[in-house]
């Protein structure tokens, strides 16, 4: 696993979480989909799913086939790999802990759906022990979830290394009431989907990924609401489709003027503050520069390789 290990150790060392622009879902009873992984060079995250993607009847192929995956194939893949568990309430909890805890390397992220309590949180820490150090991103799928959300990462964080929520929008819809599927638009989630974003910017690492969009084939929808999240402060999308993953690299990725913009901040700023000493400063001869500025600067570094 060397290759996914060493992203992992940028993002360690520097204190920044790694781009998950696309986050694509892969199911893990389906091994011929898991073998086509080291054709899709342009994904941030891959995400080998053992739950919403796998029939309640192929739980433990899909179990059997990440554990083969992680064990011999993994180190062909330069990006990271992560794996989908099952909700702690279910009852393929203990099966997927065991699986964890039995292979022979860590995963670069773990990733846990439908976490609606901080007790859920606590017995996940406690099963899977202190021997590794996990990454986390979590799921943010229900009406209680959502509310107390805070509590919830505010425990995550102190259990793990917290990294990312992802919006389940059709499990929160479901959960709310929302009649139908939602428009096109998902104008019936704007608040959830705003207050998710809101709630991660209060922790360093957490970076808010946003909902899937179901239909694959319509890929000028895909980017219009990628476009859309990634202006309401999202960091990443669900893919379920390789072709869904340019449109949404393309929409999480700062422009080449943006970039430009923010190196030439951080290298102003901390000549600034190395030749000056003081907070505020004025570049390029109109912009006030402070603290949220600079932070906003890094946030568009960190989204770049």
Same mark, same amino acid.
């Given at each position: 696993?060397?290759?996914?290990?060493?992203?992992?150790?940028? %993002?360690?060392? #520097?204190?920044?979480?790694?781009?998950?622009?696309?986050?694509?879902?892969?199911?893990?009873?389906? $091994?011929?989909?898991?073998?086509?992984?080291?054709?899709?060079?342009?994904?941030?995250?891959?995400?080998?799913?053992?739950?919403? %993607?796998?029939?309640?009847?192929?739980?433990?192929?899909?179990?059997?086939?990440?554990f083969?995956?992680?064990?011999e194939?993994? +180190?062909?893949?330069?990006?990271?790999?992560?794996?989908?568990?099952?909700?702690?309430? +279910?009852?393929?909890?203990?099966? @997927?802990?065991?699986?964890?805890?039995?292979?022979s390397?860590?995963?670069?992220?773990?990733?846990?759906?439908?976490?609606?309590?901080?007790?859920?949180?606590?017995w996940?820490?406690?099963r899977?022990?202190?021997?590794?150090?996990?990454?986390?991103?979590?799921?943010?799928?229900?009406?209680?979830?959502?509310? @107390?959300?805070?509590?919830?990462?505010?425990?995550?964080?102190?259990?793990?290394?917290l990294?990312?929520?992802? #919006?389940?929008?059709?499990?929160?819809?479901?959960?709310? *009431?929302?009649?139908?599927?939602?428009?096109?638009?998902?104008?019936?989630?704007?608040?959830?989907?705003?207050?998710?974003?809101?709630?991660?910017r209060?922790?360093?690492?957490?970076?808010?990924?946003?909902?899937?969009?179901i239909?694959?084939? @319509?890929?000028?929808?895909?980017?219009?609401?990628?476009?859309?999240?990634?202006?309401? %402060?999202?960091? *990443?999308?669900?893919?379920?489709?390789?072709q869904?993953?340019?449109?949404?690299?393309?929409?999480? +990725?700062?422009?080449?003027?943006?970039t430009? $913009?923010?190196?030439?901040?951080?290298?102003?700023?901390?000549?600034?503050?190395?030749e000056?000493?003081? %907070?505020?400063?004025?570049?390029? *001869?109109?912009?006030?520069?402070?603290?949220?500025?600079?932070?906003?600067?890094?946030?568009?570094?960190?989204?770049?390789r």
């Amino acid at each position: 696993m060397a290759a996914a290990a060493t992203l992992r150790q940028v %993002g360690a060392y #520097f204190g920044r979480s790694l781009p998950r622009r696309a986050v694509l879902t892969v199911p893990s009873s389906d $091994w011929k989909k898991l073998t086509k992984l080291t054709t899709f060079t342009n994904t941030d995250c891959v995400v080998l799913d053992l739950e919403d %993607g796998v029939a309640e009847t192929a739980k433990k192929l899909a179990r059997e086939n990440i554990f083969r995956y992680l064990n011999e194939s993994v +180190s062909k893949i330069n990006r990271e790999i992560c794996v989908r568990i099952n909700a702690v309430s +279910s009852n393929h909890i203990n099966d @997927d802990v065991k699986l964890l805890k039995d292979l022979s390397t860590s995963i670069d992220c773990l990733f846990v759906p439908k976490v609606d309590t901080v007790d859920e949180m606590k017995w996940l820490a406690d099963r899977l022990g202190s021997n590794r150090q996990y990454n986390l991103v979590l799921y943010c799928e229900s009406a209680r979830s959502l509310v @107390d959300l805070r509590s919830i990462l505010t425990t995550a964080s102190s259990l793990f290394s917290l990294q990312g929520v992802v #919006f389940g929008s059709d499990d929160f819809s479901a959960d709310v *009431g929302i009649n139908g599927r939602y428009s096109l638009d998902a104008v019936e989630l704007t608040y959830a989907r705003q207050k998710l974003v809101t709630i991660c910017r209060l922790f360093e690492n957490a970076q808010p990924i946003d909902m899937v969009y179901i239909n694959f084939k @319509d890929l000028d929808g895909l980017k219009k609401q990628s476009e859309q999240g990634a202006a309401w %402060g999202f960091t *990443g999308k669900q893919v379920i489709h390789p072709q869904q993953v340019p449109i949404v690299q393309a929409a999480f +990725s700062p422009s080449e003027s943006s970039t430009t $913009w923010a190196k030439e901040l951080i290298e102003a700023y901390e000549k600034h503050e190395k030749e000056e000493g003081k %907070g505020a400063f004025t570049f390029r *001869g109109q912009t006030m520069v402070d603290k949220p500025l600079l932070r906003r600067a890094r946030h568009i570094l960190n989204m770049t390789r």
